[in-house]
């Protein structure tokens, strides 16, 4: 069985369903993707959780186990421009997949030393990268034990490459001095939900894996969910939304079964289970279960978002758009140490119907035109990071409309305008985040990433409960889409091999799977 049906609960559907055992996924929602959402406005859908995919590889191994090709079900195209950044002082920075591109544009805005810092910045990323992939992104959630383990294999320089004992900020240092690089490079623990002032470098290894290959999904990310859905349900997997899981039962010292909201009791000899480990220590699957649960470990970030179709004018806006805020080390003391929204905020814009190059470059759009030009509009995503506090405070209108409206000032500084099409824009606050995934406050990403014990932070697959096993972002792994999936896999492989040693598993394959909504 298995609780949500998150990235991380549909990849342990389908594989867990593939391998010919009788599943059941039990999602509260009317559909499933978990954080890949979206809205609709007027008659547009717009993608207003991750919006893109990063490690494609990932998606590409658990498609192949289940006999698929990931690109048949999700057609997708690489993006040569990772992103367009702008400073306050009227500097922009492009960043792209080719290094020697960006080091050109990094030559260009900040000088030779700050491009050549640049190279070996990418070099060391991807140092880390070749580290943890084994021992830390395909394994069970490492410990001290069996990190001092890896280290006979890994070498003391291996250990040392992983660079945990210092923060992402302070190693930035020894790439570039320019403060916006500093600030752009940073970024990358936001990822995480974290600060860089406070997050291991690393976390620099996300550089590396965006760099190496960011895709979007054509019809955007749900498509992503979907693929996962349509997988499971032809492996042989029940998918059922709409099924609120009330409790989770416990019988000889082990998880038992469920229990739904409506009464409904339904056995099984495992449970993954696809939410916060938080929302099992509140409760909220029944005290019996909340006792075996993980401790409580400080949140990462939330957001405040808004969807909206609007007509642009002014700033170039490519597919993706960062707005840095003047005081990047305020503006994380604001988040962190006030838990209050900073009022000069980093802002991302993701203008999801235009493509990643200029319109002068291949595969930007016609000279002179420009998405909605017609009059329609064009779909806009923006997010600020916040506090997760959704379960402490929940803004009033006004206050969600006054946030609105600093944003968009803000963003007119920089000569980006907005004109409204009529259709109202959707916000997604802290608090709506709490009620869409309970006890967290609002934590898109799980425990924060700060310290060089955060890894520990997470829990493993298997649970203090046998018979109950963890998978999403909060669990290891960690934070995002691929992330997710991979943590899937991991429940999923514990699943398989906990049920072979008591020999409890029953091959019930059943083939055409239902997916009910």
Known sequence: MVIGGGVGGLTSAALLASSGLDVVLLERA???????????????????????????????????????????????RRAETLARHAWPDGSTLDLFADVERTADAIGALAGAREADGYRRFCRYAREIFDVVEAPFLRAERPTLKTILSTAGNLGLGGMRKIDGHRTLHRALGDFFTDARLLQLFGRYATYCGSSPYLAPATLSVIAHVEREGLWLPEGGMSRVAEALAAAAARAGATLRCGAHVAAIEEGRGRATGVVLEGGERIEADAIVLNADPAALRAGLFGERAARKAPGSEPRSLSAVTWALVAEVSGFPLLRHNVFFSRDYEAEFRALFDRAELPRDATVYVCAEDRGDAPAHEPGGP????????????????????????????????????????????????????????????????????????PATGGALYGPVSHGWNSTFARPASRSKLPGLYFAGGSAHPGAGVPMAALSGQLAARSVMEDLASTSRSRAAGTPGGTWTR
């Open 30 to 76: 009317p559909r499933v993707g978990g954080k890949i959402r979206e809205a609709v406005l007027g008659d547009r859908r717009v993608d207003v959780g991750p919006t893109v995919l990063t490690m494609r590889w990932v998606f590409d191994e658990i498609f192949a186990s289940l006999g698929l090709r990931f690109g048949d079900h999700v057609p997708l």
């Open 366 to 437: 016609e000279a002179g035109a420009r998405p909605g030009a017609e009059g329609g509009g064009e779909r806009l995503f923006f997010i600020l990071n916040a506090p997760a506090t959704g379960d402490k405070h929940t803004p009033s209108s006004t206050e969600i409309h006054e946030w609105e409206q600093r944003v968009f000032q803000q963003l007119q500084r920089f000569g980006l305008s907005l004109k409204s099409t009529g259709v109202s824009p959707v916000a997604t606050t802290p608090a709506d985040f709490e009620r869409m995934f």
